[in-house]
């Protein structure tokens, strides 16, 4: 129950309104609504701010009124970001995946926002298969079939070495959407340089975009935190240190400058820094926002990220919200 319809020629930061036709007249069920609209991205040197709102983690099993969205819209943001677990179908099987994406989509509050504000999605276990699952999926491509039917990415990895991960450009801000299921080695393989969460292909991919990128800020997309809170073998980061910490260390060895984290998962709010000047570089920041429609998880302080800048936020569903300033200085506010 998708279609794909791609608009060509389209003027940068520019509001366009559209209506749904089916058959030369107005949709059945849509006739009653106001035109919708959508905002094209600015042009690259843009001074203005940018308002980046993310989130993870929307269980319309748990919650099917999901109040967080009126909230969202209320703040204005140029752009929303999913961050994995968009949907839990928690299956192997894509019909399943497939039906909670509807569901999810269903929800009345959450109609605004997709009606008028570009999403962006990445995947995390549970709308990529079961829970914390890896690159043995042995559907994982079906299931990456049914990612594309639902969301209007840019691009779903390349040609030869499919996946959800991408880069998008807005104004003076380059993301690049990572991957972290489809080349995943499973969680408990043992640490070594080896053990990869993004694979060979997609590693050589990111390094080369942060290499080449001249965006002031730099953003790394990912469903699961960054940090080593969840301890070896946890379902992030934690369980692919060396890969993390290599990436790190190109980014110093190559001057790359303004790169931020983005994760959610967690099921709370939360601000952590990894140390990194003191091995000549500086610190990354990752900003964290989970759950959207859940209870907050009461185990936030038995995790151990290196620095906690915040006590996290754990009264419920929560988003983040990015604002990028942009000018002689750029500046990154992160609430």
Same mark, same amino acid.
């Given at each position: 129950?998708?279609?794909?319809?791609?608009?060509?020629?389209?003027?940068? &930061?520019? $509001?366009?309104?559209?209506?749904?036709?089916?058959?030369?007249?107005? !949709?059945?069920?849509?006739?009653?609504?106001?035109?919708?609209?959508?905002?094209?991205?600015?042009?690259?040197? $843009?001074? +203005?701010?940018?308002?980046?709102?993310?989130?993870?983690?929307?269980?319309? =099993?748990?919650?099917?009124?999901?109040?967080?969205?009126?909230?969202?819209?209320?703040?204005?943001?140029?752009?929303?970001?999913?961050? !994995? #677990?968009?949907?839990?179908?928690?299956?192997?099987? %894509?019909?399943?995946?497939?039906?909670?994406?509807?569901?999810?989509?269903?929800?009345?509050?959450?109609?605004?926002?997709? =009606?008028?504000?570009? =999403?962006?999605?990445?995947?995390?276990?549970?709308?990529?298969?079961?829970?914390?699952?890896?690159? $043995?999926?042995?559907?994982? #491509?079906?299931?990456? *079939?049914?990612?594309?039917?639902?969301?209007?990415?840019?691009?779903?990895?390349?040609?030869?070495?499919?996946?959800?991960?991408?880069?998008?450009?807005?104004?003076?801000?380059?993301?690049?959407?990572?991957?972290?299921?489809?080349?995943?080695?499973?969680?408990?393989?043992?640490?070594?340089?080896?053990?990869? =969460?993004?694979? &060979? @292909?997609?590693?050589?991919?990111?390094?080369?975009?942060?290499?080449?990128? +001249? @965006?002031?800020?730099?953003?790394?997309?990912? @469903?699961?935190?960054?940090? +080593?809170?969840?301890?070896?073998?946890?379902?992030?980061?934690?369980?692919?240190?060396?890969?993390?910490?290599? /990436?790190?260390?190109?980014?110093?060895?190559?001057?790359?400058?303004?790169?931020?984290?983005?994760?959610?998962?967690?099921?709370?709010? *939360?601000? &952590?820094?990894?140390?990194?000047?003191?091995?000549?570089?500086? #610190?990354?920041?990752?900003?964290?926002?989970?759950?959207?429609? /859940?209870?907050? *998880?009461?185990?936030? *302080?038995?995790?151990?990220?290196?620095?906690?800048?915040?006590? %996290?936020?754990? !009264?419920?569903?929560?988003?983040? /919200? /990015?604002?990028?300033?942009?000018?002689?200085?750029?500046?990154?506010?992160?609430?």
């Amino acid at each position: 129950y998708t279609i794909v319809h791609k608009l060509l020629d389209l003027q940068a &930061n520019k $509001t366009y309104y559209y209506r749904i036709y089916v058959e030369g007249a107005p !949709g059945r069920y849509l006739r009653v609504d106001p035109p919708y609209q959508a905002k094209t991205a600015p042009y690259h040197d $843009t001074e +203005r701010v940018i308002r980046v709102a993310f989130g993870s983690c929307a269980r319309f =099993q748990e919650d099917g009124l999901q109040p967080i969205w009126r909230s969202v819209i209320e703040s204005s943001p140029d752009l929303f970001l999913w961050l !994995g #677990d968009t949907a839990y179908g928690d299956s192997e099987f %894509p019909q399943f995946l497939a039906e909670e994406y509807r569901r999810q989509r269903d929800v009345p509050s959450l109609q605004p926002l997709l =009606q008028s504000v570009s =999403q962006l999605a990445i995947w995390n276990d549970h709308d990529y298969g079961l829970s914390d699952y890896d690159r $043995t999926h042995p559907r994982r #491509d079906q299931a990456l *079939e049914i990612f594309r039917n639902y969301w209007a990415n840019p691009a779903y990895g390349t040609m030869r070495h499919p996946g959800v991960y991408f880069k998008y450009s807005y104004g003076s801000v380059d993301f690049f959407f990572l991957d972290g299921r489809f080349y995943r080695d499973p969680n408990e393989h043992p640490p070594s340089k080896y053990k990869t =969460q993004l694979g &060979n @292909a997609q590693r050589e991919w990111l390094r080369e975009g942060l290499w080449k990128s +001249r @965006a002031p800020f730099k953003v790394l997309v990912s @469903a699961g935190g960054w940090s +080593r809170g969840k301890g070896p073998g946890g379902d992030s980061w934690s369980a692919f240190l060396d890969e993390r910490d290599s /990436l790190f260390a190109y980014i110093q060895d190559n001057e790359i400058e303004g790169v931020v984290l983005l994760s959610g998962d967690t099921h709370t709010g *939360e601000l &952590n820094a990894i140390p990194w000047s003191h091995e000549g570089g500086y #610190d990354f920041y990752e900003f964290v926002s989970s759950p959207l429609t /859940l209870a907050s *998880e009461d185990d936030s *302080e038995e995790r151990d990220p290196e620095v906690r800048i915040r006590t %996290p936020y754990d !009264g419920g569903p929560n988003f983040g /919200l /990015l604002e990028f300033g942009g000018g002689v200085t750029p500046t990154l506010t992160f609430r």
